[in-house]
C-alpha cells in the first residue's frame, strides 16, 4: 500500500483564486489539491488534502495524523507567523515536515519574516507559487524512499 502523506492549508487559502491573485495566483484550492493528489497518485502516494481556516481545527487534524501518515506538507498561511499551538502539534510528529509559502515571505511585509515553524521543519519553500507544493512532494519522495 502506498505511504500517506497529508497536505495543509491554513486559513484564507480557500479564497485560492479569489484572493490577492497578483500574489497568489489564479488557480483555485480545489484544481491545486487535485493537482496534487493526481501527482501523489502517479508516484504511488496517497495523498490527503485539508484546509481549515481555525487553529484549533489545524492542530486537531495534526494530532489525529500522528502514527497515520509518512509526511506532512503545511501551509499555515497566518498562523505561519503566530501559532505556537501547531509548532507544538508538529513537534509531536516524527515525520519529515515541509513548510510551503505561494509568496516569498521575506520579500514582504516584515511581520511575515518570521515563521514559527521554519526552525523544526525539514524544509522551507516560498515564492514559487503552486509550484511549491509538487516540489515538496518531490522532496518527500525522495526522503521517504
Ligand atoms: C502565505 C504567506 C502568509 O504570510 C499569508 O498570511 C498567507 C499565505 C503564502 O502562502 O504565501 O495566508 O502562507
Known sequence: MGKKILVIHGPNLNMLGKREPEIYGSTTLFELNKEIVQKGKKSGLIVETFQSNHEGVIVEKIQEAFGEIS??????????????????????????????????????????HKSMISDIATGQIAGLGIDGYFFALDAILKIIS
Open 71 to 112: 509526511a506532512l506538507i503545511i501551509n499555515p498561511a497566518a498562523f505561519t507567523h503566530t501559532s505556537i499551538a501547531i509548532r507544538d502539534a508538529i513537534l509531536i510528529l516524527d515525520i519529515p515536515v515541509i513548510e510551503v509559502h505561494l509568496s516569498n515571505i521575506y520579500k514582504r511585509e516584515p511581520f511575515r
